[in-house]
T-cell receptor, first 115, second 114 residues
Framework: AQSVTQLGSHVSVSEGALVLLRCNYS??????LFWYVQYPNQGLQLLLK??????LVKGINGFEAEFKKSETSFHLTKPSAHMSDAAEYFC?????????????FGTGTRLTVIP | DSGVTQTPKHLITATGQRVTLRCSPR?????VYWYQQSLDQGLQFLIQ???????AKGNILERFSAQQFPDLHSELNLSSLELGDSALYFC?????????????FGAGSRLTVL
């Protein structure tokens, strides 16, 4: 079975500081991994995805994530936080074991940016 | 606007009632997914349809059912509603069923059961 674990339900950073949101996955097959962001009262928006190839993936709004197979991790980073980054972030893995491709989501990390 | 349309945006109803949530997928997408988001359960996958056929089933209660119509829109039916069914219900769509397909989410339907 595939799953993801997000460490830290709440993360606070100062404006301009590094953002690091942690995600570890469990998968019996090579995983497809995603990060989504949810702003208040909105749906989920894709930030970036990893399928195959380059392990450092760049996404929208200056975010990037690195797939590390040895650590089963897919942490999300941004060098300098902006006030507009305040939102909830979800890591997800695609369910490939059953032949379907629905996503299993982590419990989310709420990012607060302090001015 | 993601291109995935969900109606209604908000719904308030009483225990024991039945409601229907509707989803129109992004143009060209054949696959539709339903998710439930609640504070205690997080984002839970309910069910997936691909081109009218059920493709995968997750933690969907027997009181809930869904279908995808020939025009590819989908409906999620929730019956014998309980207080615990209060949640945000998201619909998502994707072009197909390949694992690398990106799911595009709608804005959600917020259900409140009183």
């Amino acid at each position: 079975a595939q799953s993801v674990t997000q460490l830290g339900s709440h993360v606070s950073v100062s404006e301009g500081a590094l953002v690091l949101l942690r995600c570890n996955y469990s998968s019996s097959v090579p995983p497809y991994l995603f990060w989504y962001v949810q702003y208040p009262n909105q749906g989920l928006q894709l930030l970036l995805k990893y399928t195959t190839g380059a392990t450092l993936v760049k996404g929208i709004n200056g975010f990037e994530a690195e797939f590390k197979k040895s650590e089963t991790s897919f942490h999300l980073t941004k060098p300098s936080a902006h006030m507009s980054d305040a939102a909830e972030y979800f890591c997800a893995v695609s369910d490939q074991a059953t032949g379907a491709n629905n996503l299993f989501f982590g419990t989310g990390t709420r990012l607060t940016v302090i001015p | 606007d993601s291109g995935v349309t969900q109606t209604p945006k908000h719904l308030i109803t009483a225990t024991g009632q039945r409601v229907t949530l509707r989803c129109s997928p992004r143009s060209g997408d054949l696959s539709v997914y339903w998710y439930q988001q609640s504070l205690d359960q997080g984002l839970q996958f309910l069910i997936q349809y691909y081109n009218g056929e059920e493709r995968a089933k997750g933690n969907i209660l027997e009181r809930f059912s869904a279908q995808q119509f020939p025009d590819l829109h989908s409906e999620l039916n929730l019956s014998s509603l309980e207080l615990g069914d209060s949640a945000l219900y998201f619909c998502a769509s994707s072009p197909g069923v390949a694992g690398a397909n990106v799911l595009t989410f709608g804005a959600g339907s917020r259900l409140t059961v009183l």
